[in-house]
């Protein structure tokens, strides 16, 4: 037998480098392991992550001539960068390295539907958690939730959640604890109220009953102008406890034919309750709008979100569609508006303050500058067409607004720690420095993204980040898609079994 | 044929073999980057290839010219 030369050899391994190369790439692009990772850092063009858009909120690419480092910096917001992905996953985990010069409320998300606008946000990086944190806050976490107290005055988070104290400051983040709310001069009012206006999608109502009956009929219609099955669910919540749920299924039509089915009426009808406050989430996507609302609760109020439909736009879907303007009382101290169509163009006015809305699927942004907040501000809204995000409580009528919050303040980047005694929060986990920066991790789920999932759009909130002057340095993304690997993608395909 | 003359051979002609190695998987990449954009340069900057078999061939030469343009035998 003849020896290989040593020559050959060399040659050998020197020609199967690259061979090993490309099968890790295959396995990477065909996700046989489920997995793809994509880390992006600014140094160049990349053929599967664009940088963050649009320019002047996002500005150019940036590179630091002493270290080498590459950037860019993020100005005004949102922002957003597109990703291209060659199979669809179930999810990512986004790790950003950044650093953060003052802004104190940062998220980061997905775009899953871009008509209608909705997003799917995460905290990235909140600035008075972080600070509570590095003051020694005591900590306790139970079940994802976290308190921080000043004074460690609880023991559990149940504690606290129980015997809530209504003479301190309490922040909450991404907790729902107003349910505290009592009113010992309520008294129930024979009279039904009636919420004439048509609202598209999801929605969430709070409302306050005191020896009386829950009573709400929800109108129901679905306009079928997204490919998908639109079943409807409605939940009363007392606490974070589901009490009572109505359920509807699809009307049958998958289709995007744009045929306007009526739904009929789901009613709560719940007699008996303790009073106190209730949460009634209409779990729908947005080909459902909810035509009108009758309800024999005097205190009912919208909760974050209203998406306003009462316009041309809309007129054949909805007979005998009232398109007059709209009023709202918001509560929020930030607020968000976005038409997508050109009929919904126009000029609401905040608190007297005219708001131009010229452009369409671009969120338009407003934030109070008064020094002493008013219980609720009047939103006009002339032409309606409308989805208006805040944070906090929209009513229809004046009548009808209350102030579930007041003890509790939602945390916003206004939000002072000085101002707060503890802190209840969950779905965060403060970043990790690294290099005279941060590391955060995002998990993201990519479930209901309309679309193939493989032309993904990211999301970057940063709330006054423009009006305060603060910037936030991004160095590097990281994208960990997973899905199940392509052995138990084939399995279940064929229907074998190993 | 002394040791040294030997030695310079055998580097030339691997740095010669790791020349053409890197031109045809550069040259490959670059279809298979065209079919699927992404597959290779969301990981590997294509350059790299490029720029790694310039330097393998100028070091080739350096060494043995006859290494990288052998001369054909009648």
Same mark, same amino acid.
């Given at each position: $037998?003849?020896?290989?030369?040593?020559?050959?050899?060399?040659?050998?391994?020197?020609?199967?480098?690259?061979?090993?190369?490309?099968?890790?790439? %295959?396995?990477?692009?065909?996700?046989?392991?489920?997995?793809?990772?994509?880390?992006?850092?600014?140094?160049?063009?990349?053929?599967?992550?664009?940088?963050?858009?649009?320019?002047?909120?996002?500005?150019?690419?940036?590179?630091?001539?002493?270290?080498?480092?590459?950037?860019?910096?993020?100005?005004?917001?949102?922002?957003?960068?597109?990703?291209?992905?060659?199979?669809?996953?179930?999810?990512?985990?986004?790790?950003?390295?950044?650093?953060?010069?003052? *802004?104190?409320?940062?998220?980061?998300?997905?775009?899953?539907?871009?008509?209608?606008?909705?997003?799917?946000?995460?905290?990235?990086?909140?600035?008075?958690?972080?600070?509570?944190?590095?003051?020694?806050?005591? *900590?306790?976490?139970?079940?994802?939730?976290?308190?921080?107290?000043?004074?460690?005055?609880?023991?559990?988070?149940?504690?606290?959640?129980?015997?809530?104290?209504?003479?301190?400051?309490?922040?909450?983040?991404?907790?729902?604890?107003?349910?505290?709310?009592?009113?010992?001069?309520?008294?129930?009012?024979?009279?039904?109220?009636?919420?004439?206006?048509?609202?598209?999608?999801?929605?969430?109502?709070?409302?306050?009953?005191?020896?009386?009956?829950?009573?709400?009929?929800?109108?129901?219609?679905?306009?079928?102008?997204?490919?998908?099955?639109?079943?409807?669910?409605?939940?009363?919540?007392?606490?974070?406890?589901?009490?009572?749920?109505?359920?509807?299924?699809?009307?049958?039509?998958?289709?995007?034919?744009?045929?306007?089915?009526?739904?009929?009426?789901?009613?709560?009808?719940?007699?008996?309750?303790?009073?106190?406050?209730?949460?009634?989430?209409?779990?729908?996507?947005?080909?459902?709008?909810?035509?009108?609302?009758?309800?024999?609760?005097?205190?009912?109020?919208?909760?974050?979100?209203?998406?306003?439909?009462?316009?041309?736009?809309?007129?054949?879907?909805?007979?005998?569609?009232?398109?007059?303007?709209?009023?709202?009382?918001?509560?929020?101290?930030?607020? $968000?508006? *976005?038409?997508?169509?050109?009929?919904?163009? *126009?000029?609401?006015?905040?608190?007297?303050?005219?708001?131009?809305?010229?452009?369409?699927?671009?969120?338009?942004?407003?934030?109070?500058?008064?020094?002493?907040?008013?219980?609720?501000?009047?939103?006009?809204?002339?032409?309606?067409?409308?989805?208006?995000?805040?944070?906090?409580?929209?009513?229809?009528?004046?009548?009808?607004?209350?102030?579930?919050?007041?003890?509790?303040?939602?945390?916003?980047?206004? %939000?002072?720690?000085?101002?707060?005694?503890?802190?209840?929060?969950?779905?965060?986990?403060?970043?990790?420095?690294?290099?005279?920066?941060?590391?955060?991790?995002?998990?993201?789920?990519?479930?209901?993204?309309?679309?193939?999932?493989?032309?993904?759009?990211?999301?970057?909130?940063?709330?006054?980040?423009?009006?305060?002057?603060?910037?936030?340095?991004?160095?590097?993304?990281?994208?960990?898609?997973?899905?199940?690997?392509?052995?138990?993608?084939?399995?279940?395909?064929?229907?074998?079994?190993? | 044929?002394?040791?040294?003359?030997? &030695? =310079?051979?055998?580097?030339?002609?691997?740095?010669?073999? &790791?020349? =053409? &190695?890197?031109?045809?998987?550069?040259?490959?990449?670059?279809?298979?980057?065209?079919?699927?954009?992404?597959?290779?340069?969301?990981?590997?900057?294509?350059?790299?290839?490029?720029? /790694?078999?310039?330097?393998?061939?100028?070091? /080739?030469?350096?060494?043995?010219? /006859?290494?990288?343009?052998?001369?054909? /035998?009648?």
């Amino acid at each position: $037998m003849r020896h290989l030369q040593p020559v050959w050899i060399v040659k050998a391994i020197i020609f199967c480098v690259p061979l090993v190369i490309v099968a890790w790439l %295959t396995v990477d692009y065909l996700s046989i392991f489920g997995n793809l990772s994509i880390t992006y850092n600014f140094s160049g063009e990349s053929a599967r992550v664009k940088e963050f858009t649009p320019a002047g909120r996002a500005l150019d690419r940036e590179q630091n001539l002493r270290t080498g480092e590459t950037y860019q910096r993020i100005v005004g917001e949102p922002v957003y960068m597109n990703v291209t992905v060659p199979r669809s996953y179930d999810d990512v985990s986004v790790t950003l390295d950044y650093q953060n010069d003052g *802004q104190p409320y940062t998220e980061f998300g997905l775009v899953t539907s871009e008509e209608p606008l909705s997003v799917r946000l995460q905290s990235l990086d909140i600035g008075i958690i972080n600070q509570a944190i590095n003051e020694g806050w005591s *900590q306790i976490e139970s079940d994802g939730v976290t308190l921080l107290q000043r004074q460690s005055e609880f023991e559990s988070v149940a504690d606290f959640v129980d015997q809530t104290p209504e003479d301190q400051g309490i922040g909450v983040y991404r907790y729902r604890l107003s349910y505290r709310y009592t009113d010992s001069s309520y008294v129930a009012s024979p009279q039904k109220q009636v919420i004439d206006r048509v609202l598209r999608g999801g929605h969430e109502f709070w409302t306050y009953i005191d020896k009386e009956t829950l009573h709400a009929e929800f109108d129901l219609t679905d306009i079928n102008r997204d490919f998908n099955e639109d079943p409807i669910s409605i939940q009363v919540y007392r606490v974070n406890t589901i009490i009572h749920e109505e359920l509807l299924p699809d009307d049958g039509d998958a289709l995007a034919s744009a045929v306007a089915t009526d739904r009929g009426t789901l009613t709560v009808d719940l007699a008996g309750l303790e009073a106190g406050l209730y949460r009634i989430v209409v779990n729908v996507d947005d080909d459902i709008l909810i035509s009108q609302i009758r309800t024999d609760q005097e205190r009912f109020v919208a909760r974050d979100k209203v998406f306003l439909v009462n316009n041309s736009e809309y007129a054949e879907a909805v007979a005998g569609l009232d398109t007059g303007p709209t009023t709202l009382y918001l509560q929020g101290t930030e607020l $968000m508006m *976005q038409t997508d169509h050109t009929s919904g163009l *126009q000029v609401p006015t905040i608190a007297g303050e005219p708001l131009h809305i010229d452009k369409l699927h671009v969120p338009y942004w407003w934030e109070s500058q008064d020094e002493v907040e008013p219980l609720f501000r009047e939103l006009i809204t002339p032409k309606n067409d409308l989805l208006v995000r805040t944070s906090g409580l929209i009513a229809f009528s004046e009548d009808a607004f209350f102030d579930a919050d007041y003890q509790i303040e939602q945390i916003s980047g206004s %939000t002072a720690l000085e101002d707060l005694d503890y802190i209840i929060f969950k779905e965060y986990t403060a970043p990790v420095a690294d290099r005279g920066g941060y590391l955060q991790t995002i998990p993201l789920s990519l479930d209901g993204v309309v679309g193939d999932r493989k032309e993904l759009k990211f999301i970057l909130s940063a709330p006054g980040i423009e009006r305060n002057g603060h910037e936030i340095k991004v160095r590097e993304v990281k994208f960990d898609f997973h899905r199940a690997d392509l052995w138990t993608k084939l399995k279940s395909r064929f229907g074998g079994s190993s | 044929m002394s040791s040294q003359y030997l &030695t =310079r051979k055998v580097i030339g002609e691997l740095l010669a073999f &790791t020349t =053409r &190695t890197l031109v045809f998987w550069y040259i490959l990449a670059v279809f298979i980057e065209m079919v699927l954009p992404g597959f290779v340069s969301s990981h590997l900057n294509l350059d790299m290839f490029l720029w /790694s078999a310039i330097i393998a061939a100028l070091f /080739s030469l350096l060494i043995d010219p /006859s290494s990288l343009f052998p001369k054909q /035998s009648a």
